[in-house]
């Protein structure tokens, strides 16, 4: 019996692989050590391979696809409706091998190495960047303690560490001078990591032909940019604008029944990180837009008289991956419509 379809249910050492026929007849459903991946697939003919899209499947699905097999990866929560009972490997495996034929089934893009690469940058980054606010977090109620306010903003913290490291703010006792001196040290060095990494995000970007077309759309930035590119390559795996913001958990969840439309809140399933990062380009904009209304889209602008500027920033944000989409897959920078 010739396997046409294999699910495969990844691990860290032990995979699990469920093959059948074109009728659907169970050929094998076994385990593998890692060493045994490569051997695996070289000896059996070119099949559709399943994966569930999660830690190290993009690399998986380049090394099976270079031997011959066509690899789908597959989001896990279309893969939960298709487990039959009870969870283990066996059973992962299984119903990745039946979501991953079915004609409606969403799949996921399989990303190259460069895209991974860029991504490991804004992943670190962002590690970073919540290390170094849980110290600036830190430092100021240490020194509320002491009656010493540092004003808003990470900027004022940090000048606040670099002349606390040149001894000139000397009215605490001396072991909360130490431990203030330490945080100092750590939020100085944290700052540092966070600007190196902006400069490789920066010099990647500028390399990137479709990361300067999206940055010629407005409240889009070039680790905004970057991210989305590393994420989504050229956009093509999405039918359309909305099914992109979607993606990103910016449309509203839809409760309708019975021919009535109920709409609730956005839907926060998708990219939390580009979600957040387009919310706060759009938070920008809205300073930009109430100081000079009439240099702007008359759409934002109206957006702005009706909603709450935190509401209004979410909808712009659901808007312009909309326009990303467009400006992604036509291969055309943002055109700029006046008012």
Not at 172 to 188: E, G, I, K
């Amino acid at each position: 019996m010739q396997v046409t379809t294999i699910g495969l249910d990844l691990g860290k050492n032990v995979f699990q692989v469920h093959g059948v026929t074109e009728a659907g007849e169970i050929v094998f459903n076994r385990s593998l050590r890692r060493a045994q991946m490569h051997r695996f697939f070289e000896s059996l003919p070119p099949c559709l391979v399943g994966i569930e899209a999660c830690g190290t499947s993009h690399y998986w699905a380049r090394e099976i696809a270079k031997l011959g097999h066509e690899v789908r990866l597959i989001p896990p929560a279309y893969v939960k409706p298709y487990v039959k009972r009870g969870k283990s490997d066996a059973i992962d495996a299984a119903a990745i091998c039946e979501a991953v034929t079915r004609p409606s089934m969403r799949f996921v893009a399989i990303k190259t190495p460069d895209q991974q690469a860029v991504l490991a940058l804004h992943r670190v980054r962002d590690l970073i960047v919540r290390q170094r606010t849980q110290i600036v977090n830190m430092l100021r109620s240490v020194l509320a303690e002491f009656g010493i306010v540092v004003r808003q903003g990470v900027g004022h913290a940090i000048a606040f560490a670099k002349r606390c490291l040149e001894g000139t703010e000397d009215d605490l006792p001396d072991l909360a001078r130490d431990v203030v001196s330490n945080l100092s040290h750590q939020l100085v060095a944290l700052h540092r990591r966070v600007l190196w990494y902006g400069r490789q995000l920066n010099r990647a970007a500028s390399l990137d032909a479709r990361v300067a077309r999206l940055r010629t759309i407005p409240g889009v930035g070039p680790i905004t940019a970057s991210a989305i590119v590393a994420s989504i390559g050229d956009g093509h795996q999405f039918s359309n604008g909305r099914s992109f913001a979607a993606w990103l958990g910016l449309t509203p969840l839809n409760r309708s029944s019975g021919g009535k439309e109920r709409l609730g809140r956005i839907s926060k399933m998708g990219d939390r990180y580009i979600r957040r990062l387009l919310v706060l380009g759009m938070t920008s904009r809205i300073k930009q837009i109430q100081q000079r209304p009439e240099q702007f889209d008359p759409w934002f602008t109206g957006i702005l008289e009706r909603k709450p500027a935190k509401l209004a920033a979410v909808a712009m944000a659901n808007k312009t991956a909309r326009i990303i989409w467009a400006v992604l897959t036509r291969e055309q920078n943002y055109q700029i419509r006046s008012a």
